[in-house]
């Protein structure tokens, strides 16, 4: 059997709003699943089923109502925060809000190789920048030193990856990674993605409401609805021949990318 | 800038230094980088610092009262002449000189108030939201009640009740008072600033919150600080004109400012005269607060991103 | 190591607790959801303000170099008769409690203000030994008669100027747009001093700033001798705060006639009136947070102007009491200027909360 890397186990998340009459929501609702060495997990379901919640509270940036996460067999609170980080890394939907306008791109680089190589040499840090600038296809004389607004898209998620990977994860959570580039560099970050996962055995969960995306990089899949887990399986299993109504209503609405895959 | 050039200011030396210093740092870059592109800040400043160079050469009088004509014998309530510009009070003080000290006195008063209030706000604005939890509450509550607590009757009744006022007694006062409107709004702007990604990506850099807040809010909320340090200026000035003017400034008589003035000529002790009395020394306070308006709407116009991208 | 399947056999157990998640918060429900919550913090909240600036103007006359509090000792100077001099001492000594420990003075001071609301005696010549509540109270309705009319003047004023600019920015609006920001930056004081100049000494609509006005009375003689008096400072209020207003309710509007539903009711062909209507209600109502602060800065300038202008109200009381050093008068001027504070800004926030649907009926926070 495979290693497990991380254990999810009842997550719960309720957002209380409203200020004089409040309402509650739930954007998480008992949520259990795991993710093993080396295995793509897709979170899929529509907009505002919980997904970047659940993501969130993995990542440690929204504190859970109720359940508990497990890292490695130890529970998350139990990590320090810097070792955690060492573990788990993240990218989001909206590559732009992801850098800070006021600095030039090289300031995330910069921000997480001074947490994860502090003790290596500034020539070290350049190798190991450009070397990983590379692998994520990029090269460092077309990216550094420039403004967030004079790059594309897909190369600010692209550098973001390359700023995971200077951490050395064994888990990326990519939220909608690919829902604000173009179908070009859609498709690039997808297969680094799988060439990660391929090459250096690192989990990913990934995280869309695009059933074809899903269905192209996936080893199993897990369906939400409305803060609910309503369907979970290997992916063909899912996608092939789905139980729920709610996965089925979610499959008929993209019919033409299902069949192509099919 | 290249790249070994970045690298090289990211040495890991530094990176033990206080956060304070680098964000110091880079902001100080970050504004040299703009200095290039506007003009109208550079000239708004540089207007600035001639104003306070001229005014800082006006002879520093132990008796301010005593004017920069020494020896000459005058009359009092003279009208405005080649000798006297603005003419002399009751007291034979020259009104041109008082207003010259007055002015310079008045700029530093607002200067010290508007660091004071700046501080204060930026201290409860940005660290509040960003320290989370308890100190989140804490900040907002105090911030609530400094809000509603009525600054000026609160200012004028320690001023009262002081008998020995001295114009640092008065710049504290109300600099420490003036603060809750600016607290709030750039408050209001880290909170959003807060769910930002860029900010989540930070984290993931396992940075403190201090750090964060140091480096990544403050240079985003910068043009709204100078904005709010330009308009507590202004409400200084205006402020302890008001105080001043009723007796209630500083007591030392050493302190000048341009309220003084105009309380030193109330309108029941009138010279015939009087109305160029008071009349200059609130166009003097009117042409303050328009140079600062002008120097806080560049600062908006330099710092907006988006101006900043058309160039 | 566990996988999916474990977690069916605790499905059981999270789903009690999950049923207990949804108990609690309908209990909570329940208490949050009435108009009386809202009511009940701000009581306190504001009570909480009122309590910290009574415990104030007990502890800064005691801290400050120079304890103000010895005049008492010091009667002698201020020229008052003898009787009223040991009148006023033995007065103030008992009420206060001056020779107790200072936690004593402390609880007297609280109970002579909520219990007998007693301030001491003051010691001006003209009303020696008299009690200054006495004094102050009938100044009170000289200061609200002139700061009420301008909150409400000017909110009203203000919003519809700037609504009126922003909807339709044409040459002639923006003018007096400008006109109108203009009068709100000149400090209001020395714009005390213009408006006298112009309206009294040269056109001589109002009785001159040294003729003093005359105490209340039903009378009609009286009534127009006040209200004479009473103009130019309500002007002048009106003038220096409707561009506060305006320049917010500009925005405001501008931003609410960009907004979708405006374009969208324009294309479908909607009465201009109508739209207009809309675009000023929905404008106006944000407007409303600013009241407490504009309350606040009103009732500052109210006090400064009485003594500008010569009007009897608490600034002008307080400032004379300052200038002979009658304490128990600037205490209790105080105490009560932060009375009407916070009574007007309790009454303010209630109001908001009737009128805004989001505080009504509750809704989304960030
Ligand atoms: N801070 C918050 N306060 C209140 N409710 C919230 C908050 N954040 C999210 N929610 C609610 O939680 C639910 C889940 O939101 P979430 O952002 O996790 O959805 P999502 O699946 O990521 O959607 P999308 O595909 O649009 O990104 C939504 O109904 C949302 O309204
Ligand atoms: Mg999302």
């Known amino acids: 059997m495979v290693e497990e890397i991380i254990r999810i186990e009842n997550l719960t998340k309720r957002y209380i709003s409203g200020i004089i009459k409040q309402k509650e929501t739930y954007g998480a609702l008992d949520v259990s699943f795991d ?43 139990e990590y320090k925060i810097k070792k955690y980080y060492e573990n788990v890394q993240g990218i989001f939907q909206d590559p732009y809000s992801s850098y800070n306008f006021f600095y030039k791109v090289d300031h995330v680089l910069n921000q997480a190789i001074s947490h994860s190589l502090s003790w290596v040499d500034i020539a070290e840090k350049e190798r190991i920048i450009s070397n990983t600038l590379e692998i994520v296809g990029l090269r460092g004389t077309e990216t550094l030193g420039r403004f967030p607004h004079q790059l594309s898209g897909g190369q600010l998620q692209r550098i973001l990856l390359a700023r995971c990977l200077l951490f050395k994860p064994r888990l990326l959570i990519a939220d909608e990674p690919t829902s604000m580039v173009d179908a070009c560099a859609r498709a690039e970050i997808l297969n680094l993605l799988k060439k990660l996962k391929d090459k250096s055995g690192i989990s990913v969960l990934f995280i869309t409401h695009d059933i074809g995306q899903a269905q192209y990089i996936s080893d199993r899949v897990i369906v939400m609805k409305k803060g609910e887990i309503v369907e979970r399986g290997p992916t063909n299993d899912v996608f092939l021949n789905p139980k729920n109504d709610y996965t089925q209503n979610l499959l008929a609405s993209v019919p033409s990318i299902y069949r192509k895959w099919a | 800038m290249t790249f070994e050039k970045k690298i090289l200011l990211e040495k890991p030396e530094e990176q033990e230094r206080s956060s304070v210093s680098i964000m110091l740092r880079k902001v100080f870059q970050a504004i040299k980088l703009r200095y290039k592109t506007q003009f109208t800040l550079i000239m708004g400043l540089v207007v600035l610092v001639i104003i306070l160079e001229i005014l800082t050469k006006i002879p520093r009088l132990s008796d301010p009262f005593y004017s920069y004509k020494i020896g000459a014998s005058y009359a009092s309530n003279l009208p405005p002449s080649w000798d006297f510009w603005l003419g002399t009070d009751t007291g034979s003080h020259d009104i041109f000189v008082m207003i010259l000290h007055g002015t310079r006195n008045s700029i530093y008063f607002g200067i010290g108030c508007a660091l004071l209030s700046t501080t204060l706000a930026i201290l409860l604005g940005v660290f509040g939201p960003f320290v989370g939890g308890k100190a989140d509450t804490l900040s907002s509550f105090i911030t609530n009640i400094f809000m509603v607590f009525p600054q000026l009757p609160f200012i004028f009744f320690i001023a009262s009740l002081m008998k020995t006022r001295s114009w640092v007694t008065v710049m504290i006062i109300i600099g420490s008072f003036s603060w809750p409107w600016a607290a709030r709004s750039i408050r209001s702007q880290v909170l959003t600033l807060r769910e930002r990604n860029f900010i989540k990506v930070s984290k993931m850099s396992a940075l403190g919150n201090m750090r964060i807040a140091f480096s990544e809010v403050v240079p985003n909320v910068l043009t709204y600080i100078l904005l709010v340090f330009c308009i507590s200026f202004g409400i200084g000035i205006i402020t302890e004109a008001g105080i001043s003017m009723l007796g209630l400034g500083d007591q030392g008589q050493n302190f000048i400012t341009l309220g003084f003035v105009m309380w030193y000529h109330e309108p029941y002790n009138m010279s015939p005269h009087y109305y160029n009395i008071w009349i200059s020394p609130g166009i003097v306070l009117v042409l303050i607060y328009l140079v600062f308006f002008v120097i806080q709407s560049s600062f908006i116009n330099t710092f907006n991103p988006r101006t900043r991208e058309n160039k | 190591m566990k996988s999916i399947e474990t977690n069916i056999l605790e499905e059981e157990d999270s789903q009690t607790k999950t049923s207990l998640i949804k108990q609690r918060t309908t209990t909570q429900k329940f208490i949050s959801n009435s108009f009386l919550r809202l009511v009940v913090t701000k009581l306190i909240f504001y009570f909480i303000i009122f309590f910290i600036a009574i415990s104030l103007a007990f502890l800064i006359p005691r801290l400050v170099p120079g304890n103000p509090l010895d005049y008492i000792n010091q009667l002698g100077s201020t020229g008052l008769p003898p009787s009223y001099q040991e009148q006023i001492r033995t007065y103030m000594e008992q ?36 009690p200054v509540m006495d004094l102050i109270l009938p100044t009170l309705p000289y200061t609200l008669m002139v700061a009420i009319p301008t909150l409400i003047i000017t909110f009203f004023l203000g919003n519809l100027i700037g609504a009126w600019v922003g909807y339709n920015e044409t040459k002639p609006r923006k003018v007096i747009y400008y006109i109108v920001l203009t009068m709100g930056a000149a400090p209001f004081y020395w714009f005390a001093y213009v408006l006298a100049t112009i309206f009294i000494t040269q056109l001589q609509l109002f009785p001159p700033l040294s003729t003093s006005v005359p105490n209340f009375a039903w009378d009609w003689a009286v009534l127009e001798q006040i209200f004479s008096h009473f103009w130019l400072p309500l002007i002048l209020l009106i003038m220096v705060n409707t561009g506060g207003w305006s320049t917010g309710a500009r925005s405001m509007m501008i ?40 309350f606040n800065n009103i009732i500052g300038q109210t006090l400064i102007l009485e003594v500008v202008l010569n009007w009897p ?22 105490v009560i200027v932060i009375f009407i504070i916070v009574i007007g800004n309790f009454l303010i926030d209630i109001s908001y909360g009737l009128l805004d649907p989001r505080i009504r009926i509750g809704g989304q926070e960030g």
């Open chain 3, 95 to 130: 009420l206060f409690g001056l020779d107790q420990p200072i936690w004593v003075q402390y609880w007297r001071f609280l109970e002579a203000f909520f219990l007998h609301g007693d301030f001491g005696l003051s010691i001006d010549l003209d009303t020696p030994g008299q």
């Open chain 3, 313 to 334: 109200g608490l600034g002008k009381v307080m400032i004379d009491a300052f200038s002979i050093n009658d304490y128990a008068m600037i205490i209790g001027t105080f």
């Open chain 3, 255 to 294: 931003y609410e006639r960009g907004s979708g539903y405006i374009l969208y009711s324009q294309k479908l062909g909607f009465k201009e009136s109508k739209l207009r209507k809309y675009a000023y209600r929905n404008s106006l109502l944000p407007q409303f947070t600013g009241l407490n602060m504009n």
């Open chain 1, 35 to 77: 993710i093993k060495r080396g295995e793509i997990l897709s979170l899929v379901g529509e907009s505002g089923s919980g997904k970047s919640t659940v993501a969130n509270m993995i990542l440690r940036l929204l504190k859970p109502t109720m359940g508990n996460i497990i890292l490695l067999g130890k529970n998350i609170k």
